[in-house]
């Protein structure tokens, strides 16, 4: 319940932000007009989530028989979860990594990388996809809309306070006078923007927790968080570099770096969640099991690469 709890002050928070910086800079009539420019702006993308993150990243759909171990694994962790079975895609990607995507449970999806498929084994494949369907049974694509309708109705409110030069939609003067107008327009993006990064924050924690129970033991996540981070180095994902928008959906951040991603991350520290993960572990839990040697069968995922998939 205390993540639940930390992303209700997040909101809450996000919220009274809109709020205050709304009546400051644009009045009752900037405020409603700004709140429904965001919502529909933001509706629209909730309810066309999956073909548009799907699109970006050219992932193609998976059938049962092109590769029957996987799509028995994710229809086996869906079934642990409560969940319909999710469209299953695949990405020709060599960044290890996955993603969910969906307006609800019952039009979800989950797609992942062919890296993650070549360099994990199959209990951490395992790990990765039921972290991806805690996301799902949470509702967190509905959650991280909510956030960003009010963080993209706190932008819009900036611009008209640069629009109306200090003077609100109702026609009064801003109560800060020019120079907090200025501030306000200047911080109140970038808070809510640090809000919402929090709030992504936190529902990775929550779907790291809820992920471990689906697949059974919190080692197989653990394991797979270090080597999704530690594969990522070199591997540059040009769909992700490309649409910066979509990286807060991946399991970890898919961004080289390189253009400052890092001040805003949408993720949490990997030693930090893989601690959490571990002490989630029982006392005296037996080792971890080995790694499922990879089958000598060619990748279906084309360059004559070996998984254990085919």
Known sequence: MAGY????????ALTAL?????YALGGEQGMAIAFLVACGTN???????DRMVLSMHNAQPVA???APRLFAMVQRLAQRAGLPMPALYVIQEDQPNAFATGRNPQNAAVAVNTGLLDL?????????????????RHRDTLLMTITATLAG???????FGFLFGGRTQDGRRNPFGPIGAILLVVVGPIAAMLVQMAISRSREYEADRLGAEIAGDPRWLAAALQKLEHYKQGRVNHAAEAHPASAHMFIVNPLSGLRMDGLFTTHPPTGERVRRLLAMAPPGAPPAPPRIPASP??????????????
């Open 5 to 12: 709890a930390r992303t209700a002050v997040l909101l809450a």
């Open 297 to 310: 069968a060619p990748s279906p995922w084309g360059g004559g690469r070996p998984n254990p998939w085919g």
């Open 120 to 136: 994990m084994s199959e209990e951490e494949v395992a790990g990765v996809v039921a972290h991806e369907l805690a996301h799902i």
């Open 18 to 22: 809109f709020i205050g910086i709304g």
């Open 153 to 159: 109705a706190i932008g819009m409110l900036a611009q």
């Open 64 to 66: 049962p028989a092109q």
């Open 43 to 49: 509706l629209w993308a909730w309810w066309n989530s």
